[in-house]
């Protein structure tokens, strides 16, 4: 049973809360349903929610549990060569990695000792409502100087993370890796590594997100120095082509960063691979970044991306990968001998995160090194195809709702069906319906929408997109994607472009009775 919420709610989680309490009203660009009385919603703290995760142990639990202590807190962290002063899990960034099997129960016991309200979201996985840690939604936000236990069974193997859910605060150094093992996993790779990329600005020369987005929010664009075209236009091509050389336009973000990281250090400092020539190593690659979509390359190698956002797909080998924000992928690399930069890009931006992979001989790369594989077509998620086993069966959605992308030019405030979240009325769904959400873009700005609670396919002419969570959908275009309503509760969609978020585009889907 979750907790009372306190007195002080935000003005957000307070009108929330109060969607929650009240009749849910069908939303203006919906479609499907009928007419009779008002639906009720179904609450985080409801049977339905509690009868889900029964299930879920009785069908596929294994009987493990796996225990992470995650303590929030100030800290000064070495970025290699660079000493900032930022927030942080146990005092290191990336967190540490939380690895389990799927079917384990996790419990994991956040303690806070930041000077503000947290909680942890759980990135990619289709757990319990109540532990996926939305404040005002799902839990209440957990205090300074206050633990919270989230416990819940882990029902999906792939590469997820872990971040909070409170206004800008994974834009500092609160991420970990989340990486549930696929019993079946093992047969096409050698060894592993986790790929964490980032974008850094937090305590450089005393700046922080939140003084970056106030500066978004009072006209500060040129503060990032990118002179970027936000707006939305009218009478546009909403099937206009992209070029794949370049698939998210010319505006792919609203700040410059700093520094780019991978697994939260520098190039001066560099992360490394240490493997084998032959060696078949598996990159498990999580854009933890808030505002860059980031081209990732290994230096004289070919990448074969075998999973997104987890699940399977049919692999696609080339030169590099464009990886959004929330994005995961899983490749494979069968390495040669010598000493080789594994790169990412900052799209559209300037600067970028270096590692090294080294199986033998050779000297210092230097990390401004650029390898000519990022000069290709990148790889995107939206050209892969799902494993024929993880497919969802081919069924006419039950209910559609449309997501129309939008910004108000008047200001920095980011909408969705012409509401911030403040204002935003639920989207309803009821238990066992097939889905579809329409993400129509009406921006000249790329968005990585993500989906709480949920994984999607990307709706083909086949049956045969990708299996995802997180979705980029790219300027004056339209993305369809089709789930099956089977975890009750109330879970988000937003823009997993941080600043966008916070300025007001998510929304969330209902489950009603």
């Known amino acids: 049973m979750i907790e009372q919420f306190p007195g002080g709610l935000s003005r957000r989680n307070f009108l929330v809360l109060a969607g929650l309490g009240a009749a849910a009203t069908v939303a203006g660009c919906s479609r499907g349903g009928g007419a009779g009385p008002a639906p009720t919603a179904i609450g985080p703290d409801s049977t339905a929610v509690q009868a889900a995760?029964?299930?879920?142990?009785?069908?596929?639990?294994?009987?493990?549990?796996?225990t992470a202590s995650l303590r929030a807190r100030p800290t000064r962290i070495d970025l290699g060569g660079v000493q900032v002063d930022t927030w942080a899990y146990n005092d290191r960034i990336p967190g540490r990695e939380i690895r389990l099997r799927r079917g384990d129960l996790l419990r994991a016991e956040l303690t806070n000792d930041l000077p503000a309200e947290s909680t942890i979201h759980w990135h990619g996985l289709a757990l319990r409502?109540?532990?996926?840690?939305?404040?005002?939604?799902?839990?209440?936000?957990?205090?300074?100087?206050?633990?919270?236990?989230?416990?819940?069974?882990?029902?999906?193997?792939?590469?997820?993370?872990?971040?909070?859910?409170?206004?800008?605060?994974?834009?500092?150094?609160?991420?970990?890796?989340?990486?549930?093992?696929?019993?079946?996993?093992?047969?096409?790779?050698?060894?592993?590594?986790?790929?964490?990329?980032?974008?850094?600005?937090?305590?450089?020369?005393?700046?922080?997100?939140?003084?970056?987005?106030?500066?978004l929010r009072q006209g500060g664009m040129p503060m990032n120095g990118m002179g970027m075209d936000h707006g939305g236009m009218n009478g546009m091509d909403m099937g206009a082509q992209t070029d794949p050389a370049n698939p998210l336009g010319d505006d792919t973000g609203d700040v410059q960063y700093p520094y780019y990281l991978i697994n939260g250090t520098l190039g001066a400092d560099p992360f490394t691979v240490r493997a084998r020539p032959g060696q078949r190593v598996r990159l498990r690659i999580i854009n933890a970044g808030a505002d860059t979509p980031f081209r990732l390359a290994v230096g004289g190698h070919q990448l074969t991306v075998t999973h997104s956002d987890g699940y399977p797909v049919q692999p696609v080998t080339g030169s590099s990968l464009l990886i959004g924000m929330g994005e995961r992928f899983d490749a494979i690399v069968t390495l040669g001998d010598g000493v080789f930069p594994l790169v990412a890009s900052a799209e559209g931006k300037q600067g970028q995160g270096f590692a090294v992979i080294r199986t033998g001989a050779g000297g210092r790369l230097d990390p401004a090194i650029?390898?000519?594989?990022?000069?290709?077509?990148?790889?995107?998620?939206?050209?892969?195809?799902?494993?024929?086993?993880?497919?969802?069966?081919?069924?006419?959605?039950?209910?559609?709702?449309?997501?129309?992308?939008?910004?108000?030019?008047?200001?920095?405030?980011?909408?969705?069906?012409?509401?911030?979240?403040?204002?935003?009325?639920?989207?309803?769904?009821?238990?066992?319906?097939?889905?579809?959400?329409?993400?129509?873009?009406?921006?000249?700005?790329?968005?990585?929408?993500?989906?709480?609670?949920?994984?999607?396919?990307?709706?083909?002419?086949?049956?045969?997109?990708?299996?995802?969570?997180?979705?980029?959908?790219?300027?004056?275009?339209?993305?369809?994607?089709?789930?099956?309503?089977?975890?009750?509760?109330?879970?988000?969609?937003?823009?997993?472009?941080?600043?966008?978020?916070?300025?007001?585009?998510?929304?969330?889907?209902?489950?009603?009775?």
């Open 129 to 215: 409502n109540d532990m996926d840690g939305v404040p005002g939604l799902t839990q209440p936000a957990v205090a300074p100087n206050n633990p919270f236990t989230y416990e819940f069974l882990a029902p999906d193997a792939g590469t997820h993370w872990l971040h909070p859910h409170v206004g800008m605060q994974f834009d500092r150094g609160l991420y970990a890796p989340v990486i549930v093992e696929d019993p079946a996993d093992g047969a096409d790779y050698d060894l592993e590594t986790v790929v964490v990329l980032d974008d850094w600005l937090d305590g450089v020369t005393g700046r922080t997100p939140d003084q970056q987005l106030d500066a």
């Open 370 to 513: 650029r390898p000519a594989e990022l000069d290709a077509p990148p790889i995107t998620g939206l050209a892969l195809r799902a494993r024929e086993e993880v497919r969802l069966d081919l069924r006419n959605p039950d209910r559609v709702h449309d997501l129309l992308l939008g910004m108000d030019m008047s200001g920095y405030r980011w909408t969705i069906n012409g509401a911030t979240y403040d204002e935003h009325t639920p989207l309803e769904i009821a238990q066992g319906q097939r889905v579809r959400l329409r993400f129509v873009n009406q921006t000249m700005m790329f968005h990585p929408m993500h989906l709480h609670g949920h994984t999607f396919q990307v709706v083909d002419d086949q049956g045969a997109g990708p299996r995802k969570d997180t979705t980029l959908v790219l300027p004056n275009q339209t993305v369809e994607v089709d789930l099956d309503a089977d975890n009750p509760g109330q879970w988000l969609v937003h823009c997993h472009n941080l600043y966008h978020g916070e300025a007001g585009m998510m929304t969330t889907l209902s489950y009603t009775e």
């Open 53 to 66: 995760e029964q299930v879920r142990r009785a069908n596929i639990g294994t009987g493990n549990t796996v």
